[in-house]
């Protein structure tokens, strides 16, 4: 179980991106971080992933305080991240280091065969298009066996058919050994796609302004009249969220105007 | 008349594909060739007496010569060792400061400006006083090499150390990876192909300097060479001592581009 307790960011230049975030995510849920840009929705998954910490509060898992980079989490960013002189089956294996030989050959290519890659084994990163890259990227981040798994955006550099491609590839993977995932994006189709429940975020501080569940049966058909209605209720969710910032904040008001046009 | 029409193109393609094999690095040989050519024939023909730019056959012949009663190779020799010797105390050097001032802002802060400083001297007006301090033999050359060698790799590694993704680091501590190992894993596979760069652009300083060294009194070494052909009035030797340094100077480099060809591959952009 994965635990917020108010958890707060404050930058030295005092702009709070966080405040009060308190949200448990039980084993195995898939939670959907939304919001304007400039939210806070990064610097939460930040915290969590420990490559950050939190200036107020605590990110706790399975009992353990969160504080630096954990071997039950793993992170899949915006960008691949390849390290460019490692081949990509290398790439996969790289938080293996520690591990036998053989079990490292066994896990890495059984990683690559998961995510359709295993003729790419040995290619370099420069080789491969946007979406194999980022499959490299997911397969890097699950070979270890994280029992948490964060994703920062990690399709919107990607054009609309290969990141509906991986959405299902994303989910398929998370089947196989069904960790907790907490994905931050900006694209509600995606949201709505992958999530149990979705916390939409709202600025000045980062707060959480509403959560909604998403119950919708599995595998969910972006063309079906109940997806189109759950996007709805975010898609309003998202408006309010973006106006309350508005009115109760008129220092910002420009700025968060700005950010009404997102999408 | 139509399989004419329909081979044409081809056979144009394959004959511009010859072309530009073979053509392309000829080209460039053109002009020098062309002229110890015609310089050799201009001497033979009596055009010119050679004796101040002798023609190709009699500088070949010096080389001869000079291979032939061992000259060549102790020169040679002694040469090589100054480079290599002042080369590894100046990569040495230039490695660990390079690093250090490129790791933390607080020592970047406490040791630039003074290297800088240094720097802006040229290095050749510490001969004088490395011969003071040195003595005129064997350390003040390869402290003057070492000097010459110091900057660019020092520049090339710190530079390089700045400018590590800060993207790739983040995934190192996402995974973990403590000092020693991001350092192993991380930062020297990234800093790898500007630190190559540097010891290239290093040796070649390396190679100048190794001359300045031993125009200013040497016994030995190709500088030695040069000085004592202009003395004796023997072009041909200069001049073979010249081509001596080119060789060496391309040889040593193109090993070091060898040396570092594995680490590098994954950067290898052009698809042969």
């Known amino acids: ?263 | 008349m139509t399989a004419t029409v329909e081979e044409a193109p081809a056979e144009r393609d394959a004959s511009r594909g010859r072309l530009a094999r073979f053509a392309r690095p000829a080209l460039g040989l053109l002009l020098p060739v062309g002229l110890a050519v015609f310089w050799e024939i201009a001497v033979r023909i009596g055009l010119s007496n050679g004796r101040l730019v002798p023609p190709p056959s009699v500088i070949f012949d010096t080389f001869v010569d000079l291979a032939s009663t061992g000259e060549l190779q102790s020169h040679t020799l002694a040469t090589l060792f100054r480079v290599a010797a002042g080369f590894v105390f100046g990569v040495a050097a230039g490695t660990v400061f390079g690093a250090i001032a490129g790791y933390s802002a607080l020592t970047h802060r406490l040791i630039d400006p003074t290297l800088q400083a240094l720097r802006a001297i040229p290095s050749i007006a510490w001969v004088p006083l490395f011969i003071l301090w040195f003595g005129i033999f064997e350390a003040s050359k390869i402290i003057l090499i070492a000097v010459g060698v110091f900057f660019p790799v020092y520049l090339g590694v710190m530079g390089a150390v700045l400018s590590v993704d800060r993207k790739i680091v983040e995934v190192g501590r996402a995974f973990r990876l403590s000092g020693f190992a991001m350092v192993r894993r991380i930062l020297l596979p990234a800093v790898m192909p500007a630190y190559v760069l540097s010891l290239r652009a290093g040796l070649g300083l390396g190679w100048m300097f190794v001359l300045a060294a031993e125009f200013l009194g040497a016994s030995t070494g190709l500088g030695f060479l040069l000085i004592d052909g202009q003395q004796l009035g023997k072009p041909a030797q200069i001049v073979a001592a010249i081509v001596a340094f080119g060789i060496l100077g391309k040889a040593t480099d193109w090993l070091i581009a060898l040396a570092a060809a594995p680490f590098l591959r994954w950067q290898d952009v052009v698809e042969r």
């Open chain 1, 1 to 263: 179980m994965l635990v917020l307790d108010r958890v707060g960011k404050t930058y030295p230049n005092g702009v709070r991106a966080l405040d009060g975030i308190s949200l448990a995510v039980k084993p195995g849920e898939i939670l959907v971080v939304i919001g304007g840009s400039g939210c806070g929705k990064s610097t939460l998954l930040r915290a969590v992933s420990g490559l950050d910490t939190p200036t107020q509060g605590k990110v706790v898992l399975d009992g353990t305080a969160i504080t630096a980079p954990h071997e039950k989490i793993g992170i899949i960013f915006q960008e691949p991240r390849l390290l460019p002189w490692l081949r990509a089956a290398e790439n996969v294996g790289f938080g293996l280091e520690q591990r036998p030989r053989a079990e490292r050959r066994v896990r890495v290519a059984g990683a690559l065969e998961r995510v359709g890659l295993t003729d790419k084994a040995w290619v370099w990163p420069r080789e491969l298009s946007g979406g194999q890259a980022q499959r490299v990227a997911i397969a890097r981040a699950l070979v270890p066996r994280p029992e948490v798994l964060l994703l920062d955006e990690p399709f919107s550099a990607l054009d609309a058919f290969t990141r509906a491609d991986l959405q299902d590839h994303l989910l398929h993977l998370w089947a196989d050994l069904k960790p907790t995932l907490i994905m931050v994006t900006h694209d509600v189709d995606e949201a709505i796609v992958v999530a149990d429940r979705i916390m939409v975020m709202r600025a000045h501080p980062g707060r959480i302004f509403e959560e909604i569940t998403c119950d919708l049966p599995r595998p969910r058909d972006r063309q079906s009249a109940a997806f189109d209605f759950a996007k709805r209720r975010v898609l309003a969710a998202l408006d309010r969220s973006l106006e309350r910032a508005i009115i109760t904040d008129d220092r910002e008001t420009k700025a968060a105007s700005g950010a009404a046009l997102w999408w």
